[in-house]
């Protein structure tokens, strides 16, 4: 078990860019999430995947990001056209089917997103 | 909506001390309830978890008990040590609708020597 992994773990880019991220989950979970965190703040929700499948997706999404995860294993976010109100850490986590009891949900080290 | 509050930070004591971090949540049913903690420069991990009311999630000599009449789950500790600073994080997760955690805001603990 590695663990999730995020790629790349800091991107600084230009306003009005795109930028892509990746996640890659612990193997065999099918639930994979994407959070937002911003600084002194907590994580936000973005969305989340059960296998490939999108179930839901947060207001916060604005129609400038879209995620993806083909196959059900990893899953990309992009954002485009960049803003400076998008820096922020982006957080992925993934956990075997619903979390509770006996499931949790394991999170990444994160991408820090600086716009300039 | 459904939420978490956390007491504000930062928090700081001295080595020994007794900690309580106050964490209230809304709820329509019943959330399974969490404690998260992000150490500096690391990713965000589980500390502990309570899925039924009165029940008492505890590890590394934290502790936090599920209170349903008081909507709470307040994590404490008998005995900080230095290694405890950190920013931790409560955080709520329901099956029916919508199911991702809610986390509160954070609280970030400095415990000095």
């Known amino acids: 078990d590695t663990g999730v992994s995020q790629d790349p773990r800091h991107k600084i880019t230009k306003r009005g860019q795109n930028v892509t991220f990746r996640c890659d989950p612990i193997?065999?979970?099918?639930?994979l999430y994407w959070y937002r965190q911003t600084l002194g703040q907590g994580p936000e929700f973005l969305t989340y995947?059960?296998?490939?499948?999108?179930?839901?997706k947060s207001r916060l999404l604005s129609d400038r990001f879209s995620a993806e995860r083909p196959k059900g294993s990893f899953s990309t976010l992009e954002i485009q056209r960049t803003e400076q109100g998008d820096s922020a850490m982006y957080l992925c986590?993934?956990?075997?089917?619903?979390?509770?009891?006996?499931?949790?949900?394991?999170f990444g080290q994160g991408t820090r997103l600086t716009v300039v | 909506g459904d939420s978490v509050t956390q007491m504000e930070g930062p928090v700081t004591l001295s080595e020994e001390a007794f900690l309580t971090i106050n964490c209230t949540y809304t709820?329509?049913?019943?959330?399974?309830l969490f404690w998260y903690v992000q150490y500096p420069g690391e990713g965000l991990q589980l500390l502990l978890k309570?899925?039924?009311?009165?029940d008492k999630g505890s590890n590394k000599g934290f502790e936090a008990t599920y209170r349903k009449e008081t909507t709470s789950f307040h994590l404490e500790k008998g005995s900080v040590q230095v290694s405890d600073s950190a920013v931790y994080f409560c955080?709520?997760?329901?099956?029916?609708?919508?199911?991702?955690?809610?986390f509160g805001q954070g609280t970030r603990l400095t415990i000095n020597p």
């Open positions: 986590a993934s956990s075997r089917g619903s979390v509770g009891k006996n499931t949790e949900a394991f």
């Open positions: 193997s065999e979970h099918n639930r």
């Open positions: 995947f059960q296998n490939e499948a999108q179930l839901e």
């Open positions: 709820a329509t049913g019943y959330p399974s």
């Open positions: 309570a899925t039924k009311a009165d």
């Open positions: 955080a709520r997760y329901q099956i029916q609708g919508a199911q991702k955690l809610v």
